[in-house]
Each structure stands twice: as structure tokens, then as C-alpha cells.
């Protein structure tokens, strides 16, 4: 008997291929590199892929704020105001109460930590079921998310993510990240908790700064653990297989 195994597709050319048809469903996927190396443009390709399906979609504007966020994603072709009045797209802003508060309807105004984020993100699950219960969900980062708690809390807030949006039926999570963001306990901590992981990195030895990434782990997949390089194009990554 043949498992069928529900996924979705990441609309990056050749990943879905190396994955066998997207990410799996009902797991966080973790996406581990510095910045310039393009984890926001898969998200957006992540995200601008499920929108296409007519998919809820949230992002969780964690190092940038949600007009930035907007802007990057517009750049490579998401119809961002449309989505946003069909209440297909929801941006959640956890980034703006730093540098002097928001507008937006779904930001965080307190601290980072679970008395805090709980409640908001409900608020968020809650409009996306009333549209979709096929949904997408964006963390961008989740370092950054967990640097701002305790060990106990993170573990507290991983917990209730998981069982609140990720295994939740239909539901795809692409958590972004960079491990120097934590101390080395929490992040294993959350190394151990997601289901996937797709590391970035510039190449080694390469003068002309090229890309690469691998798939180290990925549920109901085989890993692909050589170095893979891509480019990034105006339509988005590409991958060199």
C-alpha cells in the first residue's frame, strides 16, 4: 500500500522536483541561511504559489515590516493589494511596535512571548479558517521570533504553534532563519522541533558569490545532501540541477 502524502508545491523550479512535489503538509519546514542568500524570495515564491491556488496565506513580519515585506513581494509578482481585499493575504505584524508602532490591523504592540503572540496569531488562524482551511504560513525569521524568549517559553510557544497552525489539516509552514541568531541550546531546541530543513549558503571558494542549498532533512522524502546552486532571476530562485 502506497502512503499518499498531501503536499504543496513551493513554485521554485527544480525544488519541487528534488522535494517530489513541494514541501509536505502538516510540518514546519525550516529555511537556514545569512541574509542575501534569497529566504525572503522563497517565501514569496512559497507564498505567491499558493495564492495562485486561491490558498489563505500569512506572513509573520518578524525582521522587516509589513509594507517592506509588501513591496518585496510585489517585486516578484504577487498582486499583494488584490489578495489582501479578498482576505486571502495577512500580514502580521510583529516587527513595527520597535521603531514607534503600526497601522496594521494584526500587529503585536507588547513584547515578544506567549501571553502576547498567542492570542494574536488565534486572531490570525481564526480569519484564515473563515476563508480557507487550505492555508499557508510564513515566520520571517523564527530565530529572531525565539531569541526574545526563555528556553521554557520558547518551548511553550513551539508547542502551541505546532498543534495550533502546522498540524493543522491543508497547512503548510515555511519557517526562515539564521542559527546565529540563537544561542546554541535554543537553537537546537528548534532544530529538534520543525519537520524539515533546507540550509542556504554562499558557495565555498567562490569568487562571484553563488548560491547553494541542500535539503538536510524533509519528512516522507529522500534528503538531497550535495550542495545544489541557483540564481536569482526577476521572476525569482532558480534552480541549477
Known sequence: MVLFIERART???????LLGGGFPKSVSIFLEGTRG???GILASQFLKEGLKNGESCAY????????????????????VKQNEEEQL??????FSRQVGGTQEEYSLTGSIGFETLAPLLTRVK???DEKNTVQRTVIDTATS???????????????WLKERFVKAPHHSSLWLGHKTTLKKSIYSILLDSVGGII???FKEASQEA??????TSMPFTTPTPRWIGYIITDTGILLQL
Open 11 to 17: 513554485g521554485v523550479i527544480g525544488l519541487d522536483e
Open 37 to 39: 542568500l534569497g529566504k
Open 60 to 79: 509573520i513580519c518578524v525582521d522587516d515590516s509589513p509594507p517592506l515585506i509588501r513591496m518585496k513581494m510585489e517585486h516578484f509578482g504577487v498582486d
Open 89 to 94: 493575504l495577512i500580514f502580521v505584524d510583529c
Open 126 to 128: 481564526d480569519k484564515l
Open 145 to 159: 521570533l525565539f531569541a526574545q524568549m526563555d528556553g521554557q517559553e520558547m518551548m511553550h510557544c513551539l508547542n
Open 199 to 201: 540550509e542556504m549558503r
Open 210 to 215: 553563488e548560491k547553494e542549498l541542500r535539503i
